[in-house]
Structures are given as C-alpha cells and as structure tokens.
C-alpha cells in the first residue's frame, strides 16, 4: 500500500539485466522515494513464439544485479497472475502503432501497452522509467497513458551502450562472436547520420547507411529510417526539431533495435 508523501519509481523489465536497466534504476533512485523494478516476459507483446521460449531468464544473476544496484522492491508475477483469463486488449495508440516495430511486429505494442497498464495498476507508480533504446515504445507507452489519463509521469533514459558502441540488450547473448562484430555496423551506421547529418542531405545519409548496412556479412536489414521523433514518418526537413535516425535489422538469428536523436 503507497503511503502518503512516498514517491514511488517503477522500472519495467523483462529480466537478463544489463547495466542499461541498472541506468534506469538509478534514475529511478535520484527521483523516486521508493524504486520498485518489475521482472515479466510478457507473453503477449512476443509475435515469435521461439523468441519468446528462448527469451533469457538468469534470475540468480538479476537478483544480484538489483541488490546491488540499490533496488527497493521486485516485482516478479507469474503470468496467471497477470493474465488469470484470456484477454482481449485493443486500444488507440494512434497511427505511429503501425509503422516501423509494429510494422514488422503485428500487435506488438498492443501487448507492450497491455502489460504496463497491468504492472501500472498493481504498482500504482509516480513515475515510470523507459529506456530511449526503445524509442517508439516510449510514445506508445505515453500515448497509452494520455489514453487513460493515467497520473504517471514517464521519464525516457539514454542508451546505454557497449565501450565499441553495441547498445546493450538481453538479446546480446545470442549474438556468436562473428556476429557479435558485424552488429557494430548499427551503432556505426548511425554514428555516421548523426556525425554528417547537418553537412548531407538525409536521403544521401539513409542511402550510406543502407548500404553500409547491405554489405555487412549475416546482417538483413528491416528498417534504416530518419524519422519524425513524434509520428514517426520519414523526416527529410532539418529544421523540424526532433528528429531521429531509427534501425532494426537481424544479425544471424537475433534480432537488434537501435537509434538515435539527431538534433
Ligand atoms: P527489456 O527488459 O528489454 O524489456 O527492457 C526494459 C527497459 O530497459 C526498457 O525500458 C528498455 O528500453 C530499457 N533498456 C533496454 N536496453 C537498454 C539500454 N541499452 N540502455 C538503456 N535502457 C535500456
């Protein structure tokens, strides 16, 4: 039960923490009175069911990782708990639910929304913090919130990132040694947007980064998109204020998302 005056901090994850969940812990920490991490590989927001049943699940290693990063209360429910009867969920995230992830992953954040609104409802949060590494799960989540009128703030965390640039992920342990290296060319690829994007016209940025993309051996692009950081359409205007450079692509088996805020 919240007690009064208690600001209380929720951090949504799907366990196999890294220290880009332990960044949000302590954001989380700074602002919040109590920090309350959730711990669910939430069945519903999964389109693949092999990734779903390969999904990682270290939980001696993520209870250390929590203790040690100074985390008040995990949140651990099972997934009758979550879910004690089929339901079904849909609700307006408006259009950019279509584009990009949710293109490639149909319901993807119907599911993604779903399970927040349930971890919200049992946590009853302040605050809520999301990692940027998830860049349109952040505005569904926001649109979702705006949807119900919910009185949780959500607070958008930067990537947290490998010394060679690799954004950290639980995916990454997939990752063979071969892949492992030709995955940089995301993070690389990206780099290259952002280090030219004032100097070269966007359309010559995403045809360099394609390509740089194309000829990197065991990586299939999905998207390479510069993005309006609001909806989400291809950006080609400078001037607009928030704009983004967004990727997935699968590297050998796995499948990586990355990004990054342009200006
Ligand atoms: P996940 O366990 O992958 O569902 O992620 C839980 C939360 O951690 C999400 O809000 C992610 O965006 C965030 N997150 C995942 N990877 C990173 C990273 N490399 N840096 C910062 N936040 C991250």
Redesign the pocket.
Known sequence: MKLAQQKIAL???????????V??IDMAKQQADVVVCSIFVNPTQFTDPKDLEKYPRPLEHDMKMLLEAGCDVVFMPSVTEMYPRPETWHIDLGPAEFLLEGEFRRGHYQGVTQIVKKLFDAVNPDVA??????FQ??LMIKNMVAFFQLPVQIVS?????EDDGL?????NIHLSPDDRKNALVLSRALDYVKANFDSIPVAELLAYAQDMIDHTPGVALDYFTVANGETLEPEYDKSHQNIVALVAAKVGETRLIDNMILN
């Open positions: 951090v949504p994850t799907m366990g196999a923490l890294h220290k880009g969940h960044s949000l913090f999301f990692g940027q590494k998830d799960q952040v965390c930067p990537i947290i990132r954004a950290m992920s639980s995916r």
